[in-house]
């Protein structure tokens, strides 16, 4: 699950983007808007991991279905929700796409590909609540 400024930069994207079938071609995406939003957290994973969803779940040994974002180390979690906010930035100000919006923010974040971490348990909302917190905080 993408978090919702992304999920929202990508929903205006698609509104606006013209040319839809050429995107899914280009990226071998199936499933229309929900492939949208897959390749979206898939090309996440890639660009922080190396891997997809399924070899990064593989490697933690979880089960198949669980979002790799729940089972991850914290400063894993905090990345991709930077890799997600930058991205979001991207597609609406830049008009990139939603793929190249994340490889571009992954870019300016200087990530490197890591092996994925298995984190304590800590929920993607746990880690927005003190991202939040420390950026109430600093104003």
């Not at 808007?33 to 922080?48: T, W």
């Not at 790799?68 to 930058?86: G, T």
Request: proline letters at 2%; glycine letters at 6%.
């Amino acid at each position: 699950m993408l978090n919702k400024d992304l999920r929202a930069a990508i929903g205006d994207w698609i509104e606006n983007e013209q040319n839809i079938q050429n995107y899914t071609k280009t990226y071998s995406i199936r499933g229309g808007q929900r492939g949208i939003y897959a390749s979206a957290l898939g090309a996440i994973y890639k660009v922080l991991f190396g891997r997809n969803k399924a070899q990064i779940n593989e490697f933690l040994d979880v089960a198949t279905y669980k979002t790799p974002k729940d089972n991850v180390d914290v400063n894993q979690l905090q990345r991709i929700a930077q890799i997600e906010d930058l991205a979001a930035k991207y597609i609406r100000r830049k008009s990139l796409n939603p793929i190249e919006a994340i490889r571009a923010a992954a870019d300016a974040l200087m990530i490197e590909v890591e092996e994925p971490k298995l984190g304590d348990r800590i929920t993607r909302q746990d880690v927005h609540r003190v991202l939040d917190a420390k950026k109430a905080s600093k104003k």
